[in-house]
């Protein structure tokens, strides 16, 4: 028998049914340490319910969470193995964020001096004493972080953490939380930003409706969703191009503003149709596949059927 | 006791505390003026005919000296041990805290801990005033202050158990309406008012319906810490320990309803 990860995440067919919403509908996944895992879902998808299942806030109807082979609500010290920034705004608006992070620390039995360290960590620090209520959302998803890092935990679970961040603080997360992962850490991230996700996560699980859409590494789950590659081609003779590529058995779809979509060739074959036929061309762009289109497709129809 | 602990630090970091410390101040100067005029009604009066029970008694009207502030002190004590719970709501800091210990039964014992500890210091304080001033409004109609006397110390002793059975009904109604306003509003009105209606719906029933309705008045929260306090006002009042038992029967159903509740409830 293999050892088992001790800082993985696993979800088994978790469900959670409230009066008229099916909110997690039989969702089961992994979430592997040393990688970040991007959590994505559109808007209602049962990401935040899913995540405070695992952390034993909301209890499930049906299915288990566990965290190492240990159900949350099971951990001894739970902050000293999971860190959560589950929502923003979670501090008392007249409390100093300093004092905030110092009660959690009293409640857990960690010296007072965490607190001054993860604010410097944050970047916090020359705030620390500030209230709460005078943060801006950049700083309180700052202070989030710093909350969650207090236990030094080998996990961490955030819900949606670039909300309300300027580029620069994106920026830092990222850099941040891929850090964390590469220090071996188990990082799960959930996010509706599909672009920022395809720049940071190792992994993704994708869900719509509750249930698992498809999971595995970022590239795979591009692959086999995005199919052949597309190219972007403009040409004054835009009709005569649109016939020479069909000829060629590719397939062509003319955009509104003119331009066609090639699918199921390289740049470099519809340059050379193009040259070939004598047409002259204006633009030519290949497309990668990207995270967002993917994602569109996998979910396309799920969200509407709740 | 980690948990008592962040619990007393989260008291003592936002500013609540000290404003209602600064509230209680001129309660307790109302409640002084108020028990000084029944000192004077009651001992002035030259047939002043100091019955050993009951409503104007000399038993009743020095406990009332020694336990002044008890009105005001409790409701400060019973909305502060509410919002103890409702905060956590209100400012969504349920999820940090639950986060930390999971156990939430655990949580809502820390909070009731801290609630006692809140009740004892309002009565300590009180009673520091009280043991100060009462000898004073009793000179001037010159009477003893009446400190060697048993039931003096007994009433006080008795406050201190009404401050803590209100303190740990409050923790439990905070769960039980865990809107912080509502739950403030709710207790308040009960507490200031209800006392107050109930009274007249009692006595209303008792006249019209059966006379020994009368009696179940008692069940009300604040009429059952008055008996265990200042004792029996009627011929056909229970004994003070009714009172004590009512209102620790409120206690235990609203703390252990509030706990189980919280165990179960979902944290969004």
């Avoid at chain 2, 000898?135 to 003096?152: M, N, Q, R």
């Amino acid at each position: 028998m293999s050892r088992p990860d001790y800082a993985e995440i696993s979800v088994e067919h978790l469900t959670k049914q409230y009066a008229k919403v099916r909110a997690v509908d039989d969702l089961s996944f992994t979430v592997r340490s040393g990688r970040v895992t991007g959590f994505l879902g559109p808007n209602g998808a049962g990401k935040t319910t899913a995540l405070r299942m695992i952390l034993g806030l909301v209890t499930p109807t049906a299915g288990t969470a566990t965290i190492g082979g240990v159900r949350y609500v099971d951990l001894t010290d739970p902050i000293r193995h999971v860190g959560a920034v589950l929502e923003a705004s979670s501090a008392h608006r007249g409390r100093s964020a300093r004092n905030h992070l110092r009660v959690i620390c009293r409640a857990a039995g960690l010296p007072d001096q965490r607190a001054d360290e993860v604010l410097h960590m944050v970047g916090l620090n020359t705030v620390g004493t500030r209230k709460f209520k005078g943060y801006s959302l950049g700083m309180k998803q700052r202070l989030g972080i710093a909350a969650a890092m207090l236990g030094d935990p080998r996990v961490l679970i955030l819900d949606e953490p670039t909300n309300g961040l300027d580029p620069e603080g994106i920026r830092w997360m990222r850099d941040l939380l891929k850090a964390l992962a590469a220090e071996g850490r188990t990082v799960l991230v959930s996010s509706h930003l599909l672009g920022e996700m395809q720049l940071l996560a190792d992994d993704v699980v994708i869900i719509a409706a509750g249930r698992l859409i498809r999971q595995g590494p970022v590239d795979e789950v591009l692959g086999a969703t995005a199919g052949a590659a597309r190219v972007r081609v403009r040409a004054p003779e835009a009709d005569r191009l649109a016939t020479a590529l069909r000829d060629a058995h590719l397939e062509v779809a003319v955009s509104p503003d003119g331009s066609l979509q090639v699918t199921g060739a390289e740049p470099a074959r519809v340059g050379h149709l193009a040259f070939a036929a004598g047409i002259e061309l204006h633009e030519l762009t290949g497309e990668s596949a990207d995270l967002e289109r993917a994602f569109l497709e996998l979910t396309a129809g799920k969200a509407g059927a709740r | 006791m980690n948990l008592f602990r962040a619990e007393l630090l989260k008291l003592r970091t936002t500013s609540l505390w000290w404003i209602f410390a600064i509230i209680l101040v001129p309660l307790w100067g109302v409640a002084l003026a108020y028990n000084w005029l029944a000192v004077e009604v009651s001992f002035s009066s030259p047939e002043a005919n100091m019955e050993n029970v009951g409503f104007g008694s000399l038993e009743t009207v020095v406990s009332g000296l020694y336990t002044c502030g008890q009105f005001g002190g409790v409701l400060l004590v019973v909305l502060l041990s509410a919002i103890l719970i409702t905060s956590e709501f209100f400012h969504l800091t349920a999820t940090s805290t639950f986060l930390t210990t999971p156990r939430r039964e655990l949580v809502v014992i820390a909070k009731m801990a801290t609630a006692v500890v809140i009740a004892l210091t309002v009565w300590l304080f009180t009673t520091l005033l009280n043991l100060a001033a009462a000898p004073l409004v009793l000179s001037t109609v010159d009477k003893p202050s009446y400190l060697g006397e048993t039931f003096v110390w007994q009433a006080i002793g008795l406050n201190a158990l009404a401050f803590v059975l209100w303190a740990l009904l409050g923790v439990g109604a905070g769960v039980l309406i865990r809107s912080q306003i509502g739950a403030t509003i709710t207790l308040s009105v009960l507490y200031v008012v209800g006392t107050q209606i109930l009274t007249i719906v009692f006595t209303v029933l008792s006249q019209t319906v059966w006379e020994p309705l009368m009696g179940l008045r008692v069940l009300v929260p604040t009429l059952a810490s008055e008996l265990l306090i200042t004792g029996p006002m009627l011929p056909d009042d229970p004994p003070r320990w009714v009172g004590g038992l009512i209102l620790l029967g409120y206690a235990a159903v609203t703390a252990v309803l509030g706990t189980l509740i919280t165990r179960r409830r979902d944290v969004s």
